[in-house]
T-cell receptor
Framework: GNSVTQMEGPVTLSEEAFLTINCTYTATGYPSLFWYVQYPGEGLQLLLKATKADDKGSNKGFEATYRKETTSFHLEKGSVQVSDSAVYFCALSERQTSYDKVIFGPGTSLSVIP | DVKVTQSSRYLVKRTGEKVFLECVQDMDHENMFWYRQDPGLGLRLIYFSYDVKMKEKGDIPEGYSVSREKKERFSLILESASTNQTSMYLC?????????????FGEGSRLTVL
């Protein structure tokens, strides 16, 4: 079945460091790929998405490119801030007969220290 | 903006009690979901609904039931709460229906069963 794998956390970085969070997936079809972020005490919210191969999603300085050949959707940011401290979830969505099936990775906790 | 409201942010219940978690959305989304979130396990799908009075089991439905009498409201029911149901519960709605839509989450309900 479909699945999403993320790098294990927690990840701790200094402010202005470069961030990469790896995400790979297995899917039988052609899913859409997402990164969601959960700030402390809040629900998840969409960070960025890509709906087809080679698409690049971007938002708030974060980027991820849909790589079909390596089945990956790695999240990157060139210079992290303390306010980026959160849990990041990679997810895929694929249309079934009558509903969308969404599968999440386990999440990666990021702490950014001043 | 879509707003997803969960009725209680924090609940404390005793083993064997019946627990209702309510979720209301203010947009016209057909799809609604209940997840539980546990450290190290990410988000696990309990139940979802893609139309009024329709419900489908997710990955971990045991010990739970749901009700969707109106489009905007999706309730999660714990018929007889147990300590292993202590968790964060997240409600979400889905825009789209083509496999490309994003999930919108409520802020979560943290349930403690004593």
């Amino acid at each position: 079945g479909n699945s999403v794998t993320q790098m294990e956390g927690p990840v701790t970085l200094s402010e202005e460091a470069f961030l990469t969070i790896n995400c790979t997936y297995t899917a039988t079809g052609y899913p859409s790929l997402f990164w969601y972020v959960q700030y402390p005490g809040e629900g998840l919210q969409l960070l960025l998405k890509a709906t087809k191969a080679d698409d690049k999603g971007s938002n708030k300085g974060f980027e991820a490119t849909y790589r079909k050949e390596t089945t990956s959707f790695h999240l990157e940011k060139g210079s992290v801030q303390v306010s980026d401290s959160a849990v990041y979830f990679c997810a895929l969505s694929e249309r079934q007969t009558s509903y969308d099936k969404v599968i999440f990775g386990p999440g990666t906790s990021l702490s950014v220290i001043p | 903006d879509v707003k997803v409201t969960q009725s209680s942010r924090y609940l404390v219940k005793r083993t064997g009690e019946k627990v209702f978690l309510e979720c209301v959305q203010d947009m016209d989304h057909e799809n609604m979901f209940w997840y539980r979130q546990d450290p190290g396990l990410g988000l696990r799908l309990i139940y979802f609904s893609y139309d009024v009075k329709m419900k489908e089991k997710g990955d971990i439905p045991e010990g739970y039931s749901v009700s969707r009498e109106k489009k905007e409201r999706f309730s999660l029911i714990l018929e007889s709460a147990s300590t292993n149901q202590t968790s964060m519960y997240l409600c979400a709605t889905l825009r789209g229906g083509s496999g490309t839509g994003e999930l919108f989450f409520g802020e979560g309900s943290r349930l403690t069963v004593l």
